[in-house]
């Protein structure tokens, strides 16, 4: 960017000194000196300034992002105490090794994808579902839309301790409701799957109408036309649906599988809020511990740093499989459309 | 979710003063990167210049404290103001210790921002006497403390083997048993509180067999106790040693009163005599305002829990025995890092903070338990009574507990081991695994923590 800059000056350069002056002539007067220098400076001007004006995102970046990301890197290859943080020991890979056998790693791992799984699915699902509905004629559709959005817009403590709340066993809402109908009470807290599926429905709760409405904004998209002649050919609603309204939302629903997958993979504030001990232990027998809880649980409780970050690297590792499978994925349905 | 950067696809137009421009490029540039640099350097301190003076030429302390220690309270800023003209005392209050403790550690690492007089709470005492004593000064040495003062056993927790002082204490939590009088009458149980202390005086497996006794009567309408956690804690706090011993080394799983400790928790867990419910949370807050429980491990400082979170009718039902065996819950204590910038006005405001007469008045106002012994004679700790407790005297029992407490060895990672054995261990039983599950669970979730 630079350099175009440069060439887009030099003309400028000329104009301004209209008669150049040649090399070995008499002493330069005055005006032309100053001119001289103006020019160079304009010179370094469009030379650098771009480089300062793009500066503070990657001064920023450098900062927060980067430094942050080798650092961690760098830490995760030693023994480090929070207590202590630049006293580092060498370790090697023992960080890494270790997690192999790390059976609270590995149930963190599966509880983040079953999470993740009961989560996303539903939550997509019911996200086309309203935004369906909503991309009829309603009255009073901007109400919707934004009370769609509400929960987004909560923020995930608050929600999170309300969900503890409406799960809580002797005295939660749907424990009563779960009687009155002749369930027996169900430990939300306790139990693997029931604690499994209250985190999930907070993130369910949470997160469905931000995707509703990226679909009814590529809904809105689809031209009318192509539901007409369709009508015309006598499809039903439903066949509507299938097969002109899904086809055109492929890359959104692409696209909202990536985002929701990378947000499973990073659950945190959730399980750490619904644990009634407000521990990081994601539960007594981390039945609902995620990734992304343990890797804080080993940062912050137990301060050891060189662990934590690790597990952030592999983390970050797994991520990157499960992006390159994605990409799989859509290279192929792109392919078979 | 991060924020994608949009590509800057825009080119820059010729027109305007290059000068002109080139100015307001550096003055971006400079303005944002002293943000960034401000934004990294100033974190904590309260003023960011530098100075500790105000404009009126009177020094400022500043106090890092967490959770309620009641000085503003109880006025004593404003009484040792007027005493100091010169000084001005400003606090910043972090609510709960987990926060305010990683953070406390990060600013003693990087020795920056620091306060003139930081808190730490008794759980984290160990870690910093052991690691960070280098950064604090040595508060036996300053002016007008003596260390006969204290009760032996908090003193000793503050100092390192070599006899440095990082913090000077200011509260303790001897511990009692505190019963509902109308649910004891109920169960066929005495009410008055030294019979009621005899009932197990001694022995916690007798605690359990009252227990027993309790629930035959009183059925499965309400518990004897609150928690596992609590009676785990409770027992565990009348031993010398728990989870370390006097060398350091951790000593938790082989420690044979840890392991009585945690069985006979889970006996009485087995039993139903304690609820399957963990302190402090609302779900255990609501078992105190709906009475679902008849006794609970007490330290000065939890009548005001009850009385914060009961029905207004439950006020007086209250009464305090004596524990099976005197412990200690809870205290903390006041340090002065060497890197603040008041020193010696920070080790003089502490110093009086802590004196008997000032936590004398502390209690009254707050509930905060002393630590000087000298202050239990006084009219405020003898003539103490509770709201919840009606005409007990409650300042007689509780000094006569912290006289009994233990010096108990404490170490550095007391709390993860204790949680462990709390949120990952006891509590299982409650919700029907049995005993030797749960300990499994809670040592292998323990070792998994303490592993570095």
Not at chain 1, 59 to 79: K, M, N
Not at chain 1, 171 to 199: C, H, R, T
Not at chain 2, 228 to 242: D, H, M, R, T, Y
Request: charged share 20%; proline share 5%.
């Amino acid at each position: 960017m630079a350099t175009r800059h440069d060439t887009a000056a030099l003309p400028s350069k000329g104009g301004a000194a209209p008669g150049r002056p040649s090399k070995g002539s008499a002493p330069m007067d005055k005006d032309q000196r100053r001119r001289a220098k103006l020019s160079r400076r304009w010179q370094r001007d469009m030379r650098w300034s771009p480089y300062a004006f793009v500066s503070p995102f990657f001064l920023l970046f450098i900062a927060f992002g980067l430094f942050p990301l080798l650092y961690t890197g760098w830490a995760s290859l030693h023994q480090v105490e929070l207590t202590a943080p630049t006293d580092m020991s060498w370790v090697g890979l023992k960080n890494y090794t270790r997690i192999f056998d790390d059976e609270f790693f590995w149930n963190a791992a599966q509880n983040t994808l079953t999470i993740g799984i009961i989560a996303t699915v539903p939550q997509l699902l019911i996200a086309m579902g309203i935004a369906h509905i909503l991309n009829y004629k309603l009255r009073a559709s901007t109400f919707y839309r934004v009370a769609m959005l509400a929960p987004y817009a909560t923020s995930i403590a608050s929600a999170s301790l309300v969900f503890v709340l409406l799960f809580g066993y002797d005295y939660g809402m749907i424990n009563w409701a779960l009687d009155f109908v002749g369930i027996d009470p169900v430990d939300w807290q306790g139990e693997k799957w029931p604690s499994q599926f209250a985190v999930s429905s907070i993130i369910i709760w949470r997160w469905t109408g931000y995707n509703a409405l990226i679909y009814l904004a590529a809904m809105q998209a689809i031209p009318q036309d192509l539901y007409e002649s369709a009508a015309l050919d006598g499809a039903s609603r439903w066949k509507q649906f299938i097969h002109v309204t899904l086809p055109s939302l492929r890359p959104t629903i692409l696209f909202t599988v990536v985002v929701s997958t990378i947000g499973a993979s990073q659950v945190f504030g959730e399980p750490l809020l619904f644990d009634a001990n407000k521990g990081a232990s994601g539960g007594a027998e981390h039945q609902f511990q995620t990734l992304g809880l343990y890797l804080y649980e080993q940062g912050w409780v137990n301060q050891h740093l060189g662990r934590a970050s690790a597990i952030a690297w592999t983390m970050f590792a797994i991520l990157i499989v499960i992006g390159i499978i994605n990409q799989l994925i859509s290279r192929r349905l792109r392919a078979s459309s | 979710m991060r924020a994608r950067t949009l590509p800057l696809s825009r080119q820059r137009s010729g027109g305007g003063k290059p000068i002109a421009r080139k100015a307001l490029a550096i003055a971006a540039v400079v303005s944002l990167g002293t943000g960034l640099l401000a934004g990294c350097a100033d974190d904590g301190g309260s003023d960011g210049d530098g100075s500790s003076s105000d404009s009126e030429g009177k020094t400022k302390i500043t106090m890092g404290l967490f959770g309620t220690f009641g000085y503003e309270e109880a006025g004593l800023y404003a009484e040792y103001e007027k005493l100091n003209p010169d000084i001005k005392i400003e606090q910043t209050v972090v609510e709960r210790n987990e926060n305010y403790y990683p953070a406390l550690l990060n600013h003693l690492t990087t020795n920056s921002g620091l306060m003139d007089v930081q808190a730490i709470e008794i759980a984290n005492i160990a870690e910093v006497v052991g690691t960070q004593a280098d950064k604090f000064v040595d508060m036996s040495k300053a002016e007008g403390v003596d260390k006969k003062n204290w009760l032996e056993w908090k003193w000793e927790q503050a100092t390192t083997k070599d006899g440095q002082t990082v913090g000077l204490g200011t509260d303790v939590g001897p511990m009692a048993i505190c019963y509902r009088k109308d649910l004891f009458e109920k169960a066929g149980l005495p009410t008055d509180r030294a019979e009621v202390g005899k009932l197990w005086a001694g022995d916690w497996n007798k605690f359990i067999e009252t227990g027993e006794k309790y629930k035959k009567k009183a059925g499965d309408d309400t518990f004897f106790m609150d928690s596992p956690g609590g009676l785990l804690n409770a027992v565990l706090s009348s031993e010398k040693e728990k989870f370390y011993d006097a060398s350091g080394e951790v000593i938790y799983k082989s420690n044979p009163a840890v392991k009585a400790a945690f069985d006979l928790t889970a006996e009485a867990a087995e039993k139903g005599l304690v609820q399957s419910q963990t302190q402090f949370q609302p779900a255990w807050d609501t078992t105190i305002a709906n009475s679902k429980f008849a006794t609970v491990a007490c330290p000065p400082w939890m009548l005001g829990t009850i009385k914060a979170k009961s029905q207004p009718d439950a006020a007086g039902k209250w009464d305090v025995a004596v524990a099976p065996k005197s412990g200690n819950w809870g205290g903390s204590f006041l340090g002065v890092p060497k890197s603040g910038k008041n020193v010696e006005e920070a080790q003089k405001l502490v110093a009086w903070l802590t004196a008997p007469e000032q936590q004398a008045k502390l209690f009254k106002v707050q509930g905060s338990f002393p630590s000087t012994p000298g202050a239990y004679d006084s009219p405020e700790v003898t003539g103490a009574k509770n709201e919840m407790t009606g005409d007990s005297p409650i300042g007689e029992i509780f000094s006569e507990a912290a006289k009994q407490i233990p010096v108990q060895v404490i170490g550095p990672k007391d709390q993860i081991i204790q949680q462990g054995l709390t949120d990952n261990g006891v509590i299982l039983v409650t919700k029907g695994k049995s005993a030797k599950e749960a300990w499994e669970t809670a040592t292998k979730t323990i070792d998994n923590n303490l592993d570095k």
